[in-house]
């Protein structure tokens, strides 16, 4: 069986939450949040962490708006994937991550892992539940 080296990014102006997976494709898990400052220094980061990793591929949340268009946000964060898959030579597959975030702070809540100071938490947990979403498609597909 092939192992599935994915990392799960949650793309945010001021942190990027990344979340990794066991090589069965099983469970997803909140890994870290960076702080992002430059567009190299977030390369540099991600980079080390790929490397560990032995990561494959990215999984990017793509915020769509309620209503399922691609709004300033999603653009936002499509630009900076095709920089970011450009920059690390690994391709990207986008989740629908309406609400993940929300989804995040309350699973957070019930495992008493969070107060409202936390934001690198949260970010890092929708990476999971964005990684975590792709990973269930895939088994099911």
Request: charged share 25%.
């Given at each position: 069986m092939?192992?599935?080296?994915?990392?799960?990014?949650d793309?945010?102006?001021?942190r990027l939450?990344?979340a990794?997976?066991?090589?069965t494709?099983l469970?997803?898990?909140?890994?870290t949040t960076i702080?992002?400052?430059?567009?190299?220094?977030?390369?540099?980061?991600?980079?080390?962490?790929?490397?560990e990793?032995?990561?494959?591929?990215?999984?990017?949340?793509l915020?769509?708006?309620?209503?399922?268009?691609?709004?300033?946000?999603?653009?936002q964060?499509?630009?900076?994937?095709q920089?970011i898959?450009q920059?690390?030579?690994?391709?990207?597959?986008?989740?629908d991550?309406?609400?993940?975030?929300?989804?995040?702070e309350?699973?957070?809540?019930t495992?008493?892992?969070?107060?409202?100071?936390?934001?690198e938490?949260i970010d890092?947990?929708a990476?999971?539940i964005?990684?975590q979403?792709w990973?269930?498609?895939?088994r099911q597909?």
């Amino acid at each position: 069986m092939k192992r599935i080296l994915a990392l799960g990014l949650d793309v945010g102006q001021k942190r990027l939450g990344i979340a990794g997976c066991d090589g069965t494709g099983l469970i997803a898990t909140a890994l870290t949040t960076i702080k992002r400052s430059s567009f190299q220094q977030d390369v540099a980061k991600l980079k080390e962490i790929i490397v560990e990793r032995q990561v494959e591929i990215l999984v990017i949340g793509l915020p769509y708006s309620m209503d399922g268009s691609i709004g300033f946000q999603a653009k936002q964060v499509q630009k900076f994937a095709q920089r970011i898959s450009q920059a690390l030579q690994l391709p990207v597959e986008y989740v629908d991550e309406r609400l993940t975030s929300v989804e995040a702070e309350a699973q957070l809540k019930t495992q008493k892992r969070f107060s409202s100071f936390q934001k690198e938490l949260i970010d890092a947990q929708a990476a999971a539940i964005i990684l975590q979403q792709w990973l269930d498609e895939r088994r099911q597909n």
